[in-house]
Every structure is written in structure tokens, then in C-alpha cells.
């Protein structure tokens, strides 16, 4: 009788557990999908995600959140870095401390000198990449999978591991699109 209590409560302690490794091999699977399609390798695409994770935790303790709002994208270990800060010297301190991540190959320095944006901005921001991805899926030129879209006061960002013709597709789809201020295109040519 003792065993069989022992047995049950090693069960009721690792239900919850369990239930925790279902959710892991379902986001593993979808992970798995994703990276599947993609022109990285899968060694990159985590890659990718540590550098964006380290950036994100060194900015959040290195300046003051009130001041400064600066996102990092990571794709191929080159880095995007959009958003606002104070001064110069902010500027240069936040691209040197992105620089320093280990796997970093590159850096794009978009960061601008202003206040932070208001979250009418954002949620603007937010609109216009879902649109362009929206149109991104609508085109044959270009796997919508293949191309990294950011956007920052209205300012949109490709990023991506493309043939030429496809980037300029892109591009196109991009500079289409309603509430688009501007296009750069950051991607790297595979041709």
C-alpha cells in the first residue's frame, strides 16, 4: 500500500510538469516549421534570438527606459537598432554596447535623436508592418518568410537573405503599401 502511495504522489507531482513539456514540443514543432523555410541555418536563427534577448537585457540595465527606447532585430547576426535616445553620445554608447554582443557581424545604426515616441506612434508602426506583411503573403516575387519587416515612425525596414529580384519585389510591396513614409532595405543578396 505505502508503494503504491509513493507511486501516486511521484504522478501527481509531475502532472503539472508534464503539462509543461506539452507546450514545449508544441512551440519546438512550430519552431521547427519555421526555421524549416528559412535561409539561415537553424544555428543562426538562435543565434539570432540570444543576441536579441542579450541586447535587450544589457539596454534595459544600461539606460533609463524613460529616455531611451530602442528595439534590436537580429537576422544573419547583423542587427537593426531603431528607436530614439536623448543625445549623440547615448547613440553611440547604445551601438557599442549592442557591438560588444558575442556573435554580433554587423551593425544598422537607425537610431535617431528625439524624445520617445508616443504610443500612438507605436501603434501606428505596429499597423504598417502587419499591412506590409498582409501584402508580402499576396505576392508571388518573394516569400513572405524570407524577409525580417520593422517599422519605425513610419519608416519601413526589410531585412532578409534574398535573390536581388526578390528584394526589389519587396521593396515594391513595401513602398506600396498605405502609411509608408520610407523603405530601407537592409537585406543581405544570396546572388
Not at 86 to 101: F, L, M, N, S
Amino acid at each position: 500500500m505505502m508503494k503504491k502511495l509513493a507511486w501516486a504522489a511521484l504522478l501527481a507531482a509531475s502532472l503539472p510538469l508534464m503539462h509543461g513539456c506539452a507546450a514545449v514540443v508544441v512551440g519546438g514543432a512550430a519552431t521547427a516549421v519555421v526555421v524549416a523555410d528559412d535561409r539561415r541555418t537553424a544555428g543562426t536563427v538562435v543565434e539570432d534570438q540570444e543576441i536579441e534577448l542579450r541586447a535587450m537585457n544589457r539596454l534595459r540595465e544600461g539606460f533609463p527606459q524613460k529616455t531611451v527606447s530602442v528595439s534590436t532585430v537580429s537576422y544573419n547576426r547583423q542587427v537593426l537598432l531603431v528607436g530614439q535616445v536623448p543625445d549623440e553620445a547615448t547613440r553611440a554608447k547604445v551601438v557599442d554596447t549592442v557591438r560588444a554582443i558575442p556573435g554580433v557581424i554587423g551593425v544598422h545604426n537607425e537610431i535617431t535623436i528625439s524624445g520617445v515616441t508616443s504610443l500612438t506612434s507605436k501603434t501606428n508602426d505596429a499597423s504598417i508592418t502587419t499591412k506590409v506583411k498582409a501584402r508580402l503573403l499576396n505576392t508571388n516575387a518573394v516569400q513572405s518568410n524570407h524577409v525580417k519587416v520593422v517599422t519605425e515612425a513610419a519608416v519601413v525596414y526589410l531585412m532578409g537573405l534574398v535573390r536581388k529580384d526578390e528584394g526589389e519585389a519587396a521593396g515594391k510591396v513595401a513602398a506600396g503599401t498605405a502609411g509608408v513614409s520610407r523603405v530601407v532595405k537592409l537585406f543581405e543578396y544570396i546572388d
